[in-house]
C-alpha cells in the first residue's frame, strides 16, 4: 500500500515561497512509468494540476503556474518537493500530493494540506 504525506507551513506571507514536502511509504519514487504529482484545490474551485516530477527525475508543469514553481526530489529519503515563488493570497489552497500511472492515471493520493497566503 502506497501512502504519501504533505508537510509544510500552514501559513505562507505574500511574495515569498511556498515549500511542501511530499514524504513516500510503500513504494519507491523511482519505480518505472510513475509520475509525482502536486495539484492543488483553492476554495471554492475544482482541482488544478500544478506539476509532476517522473521516476527518471524529469518534470512537467502546468503553463500557468510554470515560471514559478519547481519541482525536485530526494531519492534517499523518497520524497519529492513543491516550491512555488512569489506567492499571493490567490494562491491559497489546499495542496495535494499523488502518484499516477502513465502521467495522469492517478492512484494514490496524500491527505492534502492546507496553505493560506496572508500577511
Known amino acids: 500500500q502506497v501512502q504519501l504525506q504533505e508537510s509544510g507551513p500552514g501559513l505562507v506571507k505574500p511574495s515569498q515561497t511556498l515549500s511542501l514536502t511530499c514524504t513516500v511509504s510503500?513504494?519507491?519514487?523511482?519505480?518505472?512509468?510513475?509520475?509525482w504529482n502536486w495539484i492543488r484545490q483553492p476554495p471554492g474551485k475544482g482541482l488544478e494540476w500544478i506539476g509532476y516530477i517522473g521516476y527518471s527525475g524529469s518534470t512537467r508543469y502546468s503553463p500557468s503556474l510554470k515560471s514559478r514553481t519547481s519541482i525536485s526530489r530526494d531519492t534517499s529519503k523518497n520524497q519529492f518537493t513543491l516550491q512555488l515563488s512569489s506567492v499571493t493570497p490567490e494562491d491559497t489552497a489546499v495542496y495535494y500530493c499523488?502518484?499516477?500511472?502513465?502521467?495522469?492515471?492517478?492512484?494514490?493520493w496524500g491527505q492534502g494540506t492546507q496553505v493560506t497566503v496572508s500577511s
Open positions: 510503500g513504494g519507491s519514487i523511482t519505480t518505472n512509468n510513475y509520475a
Open positions: 499523488a502518484r499516477a500511472f502513465n502521467e495522469f492515471e492517478y492512484d494514490y
